[in-house]
């Protein structure tokens, strides 16, 4: 085990439980207690009472022939009651983190568990309990061996089913593809490794809405069937479809099914009854957002019933489940009705599978209509998802080039960056990254993120120490991630060139140029800045900006001269309220900052792209629900606006001029009590974005914050980014639907264009993802502030609190997202439409200035150790891609098998398809033996190899395709 994997595994270690540490959140002390039990009210006494107590038994089945009465009232009368079958499976949904911690997570699961096997062993010949989170079984396989190993007696013998297949039961809506691909790959692998099975149906019982990415993800890595019972959840419309063909932005399709939980079906059916009919014969339906699906009563046919109905039931959320009651009443169910009986999930599907030719097709996202506000509540975690999924395919990307350049697979860092991935996927679970868990829970997240940072810095100073460049005045080393050239913006801090450097009196380094490789010497200048107030979030230190041309997946060897004079070439021209780089030019209002006029030589003739006065500054809603308040945003909050003046305490000033770039910075208080608000505008030398920055000290509880956008496009859709592809929305709803997705969510932009396609707006975004958006007009949400939901009764955390009231006389916080606040965003004015040109042809302006904004060029520092050993880089491209319609995801090694290949996965960006050429610098493409596709859980697709060709390979990738390809190493 390399040094490396053991820190990692220390880090791991630790992060479970931190002894005498202040939570970040919560600024509780935490408690150690190994003796801390999961309490469990399922005693013997009560399985005994439910098993096995006849008056208990007498008293059941008066109770349950009473309801089988009801439901014959209510469903049967209706329906042949012989032909219906009802498919019995017990589950019990446990939340890894949400009104409890982690750690008494792995407790309930061991109770949980147990419990199943209990049931299992009881009922060998009818029990079948559904089991999904390989990250649960990991934590029993490390606490409880034992328990692990009748897990999987009762998985073979068939009492136990495992379902689902991602590691954790994420948010699925957030997460990148690349992440949301990991989780299915780490969730399978283990399922295979030590139950030899890999489950069919994917399980997301509670997510608050799914991506339209999903499909081809689950679809190209085992998955045959979805269910869930969130969208029965809605609060505006009644989502109809319960048996359908849920169709993703790629096309792909896959078998879902949609209905309540336990017996919810019986008590909603006149709600959701419509969805067990099939399609009359010879009938199409394609459902989306944009048709008004009340319509599908037309199109089914009433006098049939697709007869089988799944009754997945169990105590949940906390787990426990199900009790020792639920399986009794279950079972006299079963003793009083032939039409119901213990079935399995997998069965459930395969039985309905004959009417698949006359389910309905819905082709688009399956949006929550509630709990929108999980998309912007806790903003930190939000921001540090986002940079640790660019991270991770970055340094990924990074060190399996480093491994290829020195062919040696074992310096991968493969089980390093397993750990980081999987820690990352733990915090990307649905009460986690919707941030609605209570405060102890992200003390922990917290110091996951501190811990996941120094392991990637481990992963990046030990290549550091085997790179070198030309010449040994080389400092540092740029990598580029991104599968195109660039011209990039590029910090460099200070403490990349070695000593003390001195500072002027506003804190800034000594000019200076810099040099570096690419492949041919070049110099340029930069331009010093000072370091960013220590009390902001990730404040920057002192440094120089710069803008370089780097090539594609390029690594480029670099150095600074200090106090060196160098032809400044024209400076950005720029005053106290406007800033001009020859490409774009900003106007601000003198009285509130607001932009009042975006122009862009390129487009429209100039001519301003906004309308009104009020971009970019803040508006604040309400932020108050009776029901769910840190999940549910206020009803109807564009009605309750928050009085915020922008023209008070406002103070303007022209904060950096230069040739590389410019800034404007606005301060202000808004609200009450006032809280200071920072915006930053900066332009670039020839970049069209203006990046933004808004830092604030937030301490006003339940408000929404959000920064509008008043764009003169005049735009009836929307396109934004989801996982593996795009999708649009109308910006002019009609249908109910369609009215009630008024909070949307992108990941890393979203775009207005004219009707035509002749221009648009794009906001890019760094670290937020819920927007709004009415024609032309668009509002970023930045802050929401509800209270905190209580901790359950049971949790552990009582007896911190208790001891930090009796210590301290404090509490913890009872609002969240009060605090310091950032955030990064630009707007980008760009020629042509989101994803096309005015004449249909592939635009990729918006997706790769996107990818540039959230993959900053990464740094390496070269040691001054000599060794043979290292590798001279210039900044040759590496991996290059000759088609701008698609973009390297990940280049990692095949983690199915640890056969030393590697896996490249290419996805096509645009949504128009075509032939692609990949092509690898001449020192890749000697070390690859043969080419083939593989699934995104790395298995071979064929025996069929693609042909490799002198400098790389050909492939055709449908539109928003994300496709696998192994690299098979000499």
Partial sequence: MSILIIECVRTMKFSKINPNRIGHYSGSERLEDPTLEEPDEDTEEVAHRWHDDPETKNKMIKEMNNKLKKWDQDIFGKYPHS???????????????????????????????????????????????????????????????????????????GGIELVGGSYVEPDCMMPCGEAMTRSRLYGQRFFFKHFNRLPKVEWFLDSFGYSAGLPQ??????????????????????????????EGVDHSQIQTGIFPMSYGSFDKWDKFEVGHHPLKPNVTYRGNYERDYTDLTQWVEKDEIIPHIGLFFGLSDGGHGPTYEEVARANTLVELSNTFHWSRVETFFQKIEQWKDRFPIWADELYLENHRGCFSVHAEVKKKNREFENKLISTEILSTINSII????????????????????????????????????????????????????????????????????????????????????????????KGKIPLDNDGCPPKATLTYFNPTKMTELVQPVSAEPEEWLDARSAGWWTIIR?????????????????????????????????????????????????????VADNANLLMGSNSNLTEAYEDISDIWPAWNLTSEYWNHPIELSNSQDVQIFLRDAGPIFATIEVQRTLGNPKNSVTQRYTLFKGRKEIFL?????????????????????????????????????????????????????????????????EWGIATLSQDKYAFSVTNGDSSLTMLRSPPYFPASPEAWVHEERAKRKEKYGTEVPEYSGLGPLRSQYAYLSHKG????????????????????????????????????????VVGKSLIEIDSAIAMLSALKMNEWKTNGNLVIRIVEILGVGGKIQVKFNSIIQSKIKLVREVDLLERPVSETTIEKEDSGFTITLTPFEAKSIELIIY
């Fill in 833 to 872: 439409g989101s994803l096309l040109t005015q004449d249909e042809k592939p635009n990729p302006v918006v997706r790769r200035a996107a990818e540039e904004f959230n993959q900053p060029v990464q740094l390496l520092k070269i040691t001054s150790e000599r060794d043979e050993e290292k590798t001279q």
């Fill in 217 to 246: 993800i689950l679809k190209k890595s085992g998955a045959e069937y979805i269910w869930t019972t969130k969208l029965s959840w809605n609060l505006q419309t009644d989502f109809p479809f319960c048996n359908f063909y849920w």
């Fill in 550 to 602: 780097l090539s594609a997946t390029s690594l480029t060897p670099g150095y600074l001269s200090l106090n060196v004079e160098m032809d400044n070439g024209k400076a950005i021209k720029s005053e106290q309220y406007c800033l001009d780089n020859e490409l774009v030019s900003i106007i601000l209002d003198s009285n509130t900052g607001g932009i009042l006029s975006l122009t862009n030589v390129s």
């Fill in 406 to 497: 020195k062919s040696n697979s074992n310096q991968t860092h493969t089980e390093e960056l397993e750990i980081i991935w999987k820690t990352l996927l733990k915090n990307q679970f649905h009460d986690i990254l919707p941030g609605t868990s209570i405060p102890e829970v992200y003390d922990d997240v917290h110091e996951d993120w501190l811990s996941s940072d120094q392991k990637i810095q481990l992963i990046k100073d030990d290549i550091s120490r085997k790179l070198k460049g030309p010449t040994e005045k080389c400092q540092f080393v740029m990598f580029n991630s991104l599968s195109w050239e660039r011209n990039a913006r590029v910090f460099l801090p200070i403490d990349i060139v």
């Fill in 83 to 157: 032909k219906m079958s009802f498919h019995l499976v017990g589950q019990s949904h446990i939340d890894i983190a949400w009104l409890w911690r982690i750690e008494q997570t792995r407790k309930k699961s061991i109770v949980t568990f147990k419990k199943a096997v209990f049931h299992t062993n009881r009922f060998p010949k009818s029990y079948c309990f559904a089991l999904s989170e390989p990250i649960l079984l990991e934590w029993i396989l490390e606490d409880d061996p034992v328990l692990f190993k009748d897990i999987q007696r009762s998985v073979e013998k």
């Fill in 693 to 757: 920055d808004y830092i604030a000290e937030w301490q006003q509880p339940q408000v929404m914050l959000k920064v509008g956008l008043q764009s003169a496009t005049n735009a009836n859709r929307c396109t934004t980014d989801v996982m593996f592809g795009a999708i649009e929305h109308s910006t002019v709803p009609e249908t109910p639907a369609d009215k009630a997705r008024f909070e949307k969510i992108c990941h890393k932009f979203y775009d207005l264009s004219t009707l035509s396609n």
